[in-house]
């Protein structure tokens, strides 16, 4: 009955724009042995997410889009110390709307919290967000364009979003591309599907240490992995096991030092001092579980936010 319900509010919005929507994701990975530069010694880190997405049906061409992601990272920020958590609390709301047969727009809000949430503050708030136009090419292929911006420690980061959704007219290969953010390409064989991924991610935490000044971690990880997929009850729960190679480079400035502006890859107006050694890349492990809920039946179609 639940599940009935759940279609009725769902179907107006989603019978156009996707045949699916992801509503929970758990994940648990750990990285291993990543060196720090020109020392002696190394780290671990453990990292742990979960997050839901839940769009309101506003009327059959705009829907709410409602969520929440947290995370947290574990290991050394320097050589020898003892581990440091880093957390990350955001807020998804925007805007699914679909303008014609080819056209649609997504506009997500993405306010977050961040630091070692030992000492919470304003200092700990920044402002993100991205937007999307998807163009319906034909059933098979959508393309999608966009920018994502958001506030970090070090200032101002952005990119342009390029990418597109294609899936094969026997619903068996699938790629799902939001450069240079995200890539997914994978293929199913029944109860199995086998892929390979690309996630590219920068945040910044700001770091307490007893009798210290405050310092932020400034992330860049980029993460490729293989992995296996189980696709159980009925589609409707994924259970993924990966593996990999992340960067994992958490560089710490003191607070207040910034960069002018962050574009993609590039930074403009970096003079930034940088206090550890750069920690170097390693082979990782994770484990994720999803609850998809199909609409249109088992079939995959474009999911309406980036990851």
């Not at 929507?21 to 994940?27: E, K, L, Q, S």
């Not at 993100?128 to 994502?148: C, P």
């Not at 068996?172 to 991610?201: H, Q």
């Amino acid at each position: 009955m639940k599940k009935l319900l759940l279609l009725f509010f769902l179907l107006p919005f989603f019978s156009f724009a996707q045949e699916y929507v992801d509503i929970f994701r758990i994940g648990y990975g750990q990285t291993f042995n990543n060196n720090f530069e020109a020392v002696n010694s190394d780290t671990n880190v453990k990292s742990f997410e979960v997050g839901f997405t839940f769009p309101v049906v506003i009327n059959k061409n705009h829907a709410l889009i409602t969520g929440a992601d947290f995370s947290s990272n574990n290991l050394q920020l320097f050589p020898e110390v003892e581990y440091t958590s880093l957390y990350s609390t955001n807020l998804k709301l925007g805007l699914a709307s679909t303008w014609s047969e080819k056209w649609s727009t997504t506009v997500v809000l993405l306010p977050k919290v961040a630091s070692d949430y030992k000492n919470i503050s304003g200092d700990d708030f920044y402002f993100g967000g991205f937007a999307l136009l998807k163009l319906k090419k034909n059933e098979n292929l959508k393309y999608r364009f966009g920018i994502y911006a958001t506030q970090e420690a070090f200032g101002i980061f952005t990119t342009p979003i390029l990418g597109w959704y294609y899936l094969s007219p026997n619903k068996r290969f699938e790629m799902d591309m939001s450069l240079p953010i995200s890539a997914d390409v994978s293929y199913k064989l029944g109860i199995t599907t086998l892929g390979i991924d690309y996630f590219g991610i920068g945040r910044s935490y700001n770091v307490h240490y007893k009798n210290l000044p405050t310092l932020y971690a400034d992330l860049s990880s980029l993460e490729f992995a293989g992995y296996l997929q189980f696709n159980t009850l009925e589609e409707s729960v994924l259970l993924r096991a990966k593996v990999g190679y992340s960067s994992n480079n958490y560089e710490m400035y003191a607070e207040g030092e910034k960069i002018d502006l962050g574009v993609s890859a590039f930074s403009f107006g970096d003079d930034r001092t940088q206090l550890n050694p750069s920690i170097n890349g390693g082979v990782f492990l994770k484990f994720e579980a999803i609850y998809r809920f199909h609409i249109g039946g088992n079939s995959k179609s474009q999911s309406t936010v980036v990851r």
